[in-house]
């Protein structure tokens, strides 16, 4: 998963600090230094790395936190809420035109991912009642207009092409089509280049200033890290971006580019690709990316997935549960059978509050989380009645041996299990309603 590393290195330092009763300015300042460290080595641009830092210090180190009774978690929350910040506050929606078509101008550079994630953003489109058109107006890369149109008949949304003819000319025979015939999103597919040059900028100003687009968005590859954030500062400086779509963020990238685009490139990150299929595009949330990273879940997304793709009654109550605060053991089990059937197990389970601690179960290391070892958290689980999962706290030793037998694991598993749970209930607590005068802000629900 993306920030696999910056998110096993941050819960690490801030289990130390919720570990501690009280806090003094030394802890915050060791804890700072951690922050920092792994900041960098998420490649996370170093002048952002450090006006991130002095930010949470300063609000962390304030007589308000430290004499509070959680200090550990009022910090945590700071975090949260200045990672959110960074990656650009509110979720930033795509601007519609008030009398359609709403033009969107896609560019990038070759291979980042433009053309995928013109196919991708009108099959959302579509799903959401929306009539796009696609157009190819990527003349130069062979097999791009193919490309499209292949895509194109996937997703069912009609591709408009003029084969190598001038974009501009393109552009506007297209807009003509989508005015005649009723569709009111025209997603224009413009020429990359390997690297950017004055022929790439002078097409696209070209378009720009014929078309008048509704939106710009860059779509730049999320694992060249620092490289796809001086591409959007770049290409924002020449072409005014109105967004940034972020590719690949499914990789083993560090996450540094999602952290860093805002804040160095001025624009919002309003997409990201997590995929190769054609579903596989997701509005980008900065309060969900920062829940993610903090290893608190991704509660809503998570509620959402299950909405579209199971059981939504038990979605539904999943969430409600969680704003509750009643979930339980039971519900967990639950959440894992629902989510097996979801897609990529290790995404999912990215989005189940405290799964970042679980990862650390022995048998649970990072990567490889596969069947077999969601099979044991389930087999334990399982091995205890309806009455202990719903209250664990009355598991003695005794009964814990017959778990562990029943499950074919060892009591020092079922321990780590439960202290995990425990745990990330607790984290749940601090963040859907007792984090202090913000009510609610760490999971909206
Ligand atoms: P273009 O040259 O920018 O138009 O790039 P393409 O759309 O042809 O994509 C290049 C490659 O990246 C293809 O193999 C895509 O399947 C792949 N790709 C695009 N978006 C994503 C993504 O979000 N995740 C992953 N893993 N691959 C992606």
């Given at each position: 998963?993306?920030?696999?590393?910056?998110?096993?290195?941050?819960?690490e330092?801030?289990?130390?600090?919720?570990?501690k009763?009280?806090l003094t300015?030394?802890?915050?300042?060791?804890a700072?230094?951690?922050?920092?460290?792994a900041?960098?080595?998420?490649?996370?641009?170093?002048k952002?790395?450090k006006?991130?830092v002095?930010r949470v210090?300063?609000?962390?180190?304030?007589q308000e936190?430290?004499k509070?009774?959680?200090?550990?978690?009022?910090?945590?929350?700071?975090?949260?809420e200045?990672?959110?910040?960074?990656?650009g506050?509110?979720?930033?929606?795509?601007?519609?035109?008030?009398?359609?078509?709403?033009v969107?101008?896609?560019?990038?550079?070759?291979?980042?991912?433009?053309?995928?994630?013109c196919a991708?953003?009108?099959?959302?489109?579509?799903?959401?009642?929306?009539?796009?058109?696609?157009?190819?107006?990527?003349?130069?890369r062979?097999?791009?207009?193919?490309?499209?149109?292949?895509?194109g008949?996937?997703?069912?949304c009609?591709?408009?092409?003029?084969g190598?003819?001038?974009?501009?000319?393109?552009?506007?025979?297209?807009?003509?089509?989508?005015?005649?015939?009723?569709r009111?999103?025209?997603?224009l597919d413009?020429?990359?280049?390997?690297?950017?040059?004055?022929?790439?900028?002078?097409?696209?100003k070209?378009l720009k200033?014929?078309?008048?687009?509704?939106e710009?968005l860059?779509v730049?590859?999320?694992?060249t890290g620092?490289d796809a954030?001086?591409?959007?500062?770049?290409?924002?400086e020449q072409?005014?971006l109105t967004?940034?779509?972020?590719?690949?963020?499914?990789?083993?990238?560090?996450?540094?580019a999602?952290?860093?685009v805002?804040?160095v490139?001025?624009?919002?990150?309003?997409?990201?690709?997590?995929?190769e299929?054609?579903?596989?595009l997701?509005?980008f949330?900065?309060?969900?990316?920062?829940?993610?990273?903090?290893g608190?879940?991704?509660v809503?997304s998570?509620?959402?997935?299950?909405?579209?793709?199971?059981?939504?009654?038990?979605?539904?109550?999943?969430?409600?549960?969680?704003?509750?605060?009643?979930?339980?053991?039971e519900?967990?089990l639950?959440?894992i059978q629902?989510v097996?059937?979801?897609?990529?197990?290790?995404d999912?389970?990215?989005m189940i509050?405290?799964?970042?601690?679980l990862?650390?179960?022995?048998g649970?290391?990072?990567?490889?989380?596969?069947?077999?070892?969601?099979s044991?958290?389930?087999?334990?689980?399982?091995?205890?009645?309806?009455e202990?999962?719903?209250?664990p706290t009355?598991?003695?030793?005794?009964?814990?041996?017959?778990?562990?037998?029943g499950?074919?694991?060892?009591?020092?598993?079922v321990?780590?299990?439960?202290?995990h749970?425990?745990?990330?209930?607790?984290?749940?607590?601090?963040f859907?309603?007792?984090?202090?005068?913000?009510?609610?802000?760490?999971?909206?629900?």
């Open positions: 998963m993306v920030f696999e590393g910056l998110s096993t290195r941050l819960q330092t801030f289990r130390k600090l919720r570990g009763g009280k300015e030394e802890d915050v300042n060791l700072m230094r951690e922050v920092r460290l900041l960098l080595e998420a490649d996370v641009n170093y952002v790395v006006d991130f002095a210090k300063e609000r962390a180190v304030g936190v430290l509070s009774l959680t200090p550990g978690q009022q910090v945590v929350k700071i975090v949260y200045e990672l959110t910040q960074l990656m506050g509110d979720q930033t929606k795509l601007n519609l035109a008030a009398k359609p078509p709403t969107v101008m896609m560019v990038g550079l070759q291979g980042t991912g433009k053309t995928t994630t991708k953003l009108a099959r959302s489109l579509l799903a959401q009642g929306r009539r796009p058109l696609l157009v190819a107006a990527d003349i130069y062979p097999a791009a207009i193919k490309q499209l149109q292949v895509l008949e996937k997703c069912n009609p591709v408009f092409s003029m190598q003819e001038n974009p501009v000319n393109i552009a506007r025979a297209a807009l003509e089509y989508a005015r005649s015939n009723g009111d999103i025209v997603i413009t020429a990359g280049r390997l690297h950017i040059n004055e022929e790439l900028m002078n097409e696209l070209d200033s014929s078309l008048n687009p509704h710009i860059l730049v590859d999320a694992m620092q954030v001086n591409v959007a500062s770049s290409f924002n072409l005014g967004g940034v779509v972020l590719t690949k963020l499914d990789g083993d990238t560090r996450g540094g999602a952290l860093s805002k804040a490139a001025g624009c919002p990150i309003k997409f990201a690709g997590v995929g299929k054609l579903e596989d997701e509005p949330y900065p309060n969900r990316m920062a829940s993610r990273i903090l608190m879940g991704d809503q998570l509620v959402e997935k299950a909405q579209a793709s199971i059981d939504e009654k038990k979605a539904r109550e999943l969430g409600k549960k969680i704003r509750q605060q009643e979930f339980t053991l519900d967990f639950d959440q629902q097996r059937s979801m897609g990529p197990l290790e999912l389970l990215a509050p405290g799964f970042g601690n990862k650390q179960l022995k649970f290391k990072t990567a490889d989380i596969d069947e077999k070892e969601i044991r958290i389930e087999a334990i689980i399982k091995s205890m009645t309806p202990e999962r719903l209250n009355m598991l003695n030793s005794s009964r814990k041996k017959r778990i562990a037998k499950s074919g694991t060892r009591v020092q598993d321990n780590r299990l439960l202290k749970f425990e745990e990330s209930q607790k984290l749940m607590r601090q859907s309603d007792k984090g202090g005068k913000k009510k609610g802000k760490g999971l909206r629900l």
